[in-house]
């Protein structure tokens, strides 16, 4: 169950990260802009 858990958080954060980075592909703060940089490629 715990593995189902977190498989759906993490596919959501994977949704949320790309619709941010379709925002505006960097963010001042650094480890925002790391994770949009990082996805980008």
Do not use: F, Q
Not at 17 to 23: A, I, K, V
């Amino acid at each position: 169950m715990t593995g189902r858990l977190l498989d759906g958080l993490s596919e959501l954060w994977a949704v949320a990260l790309g619709e941010r980075r379709n925002l505006s592909p960097g963010s001042p703060v650094a480890v925002l802009d790391r994770l949009l940089r990082e996805g980008a490629s």
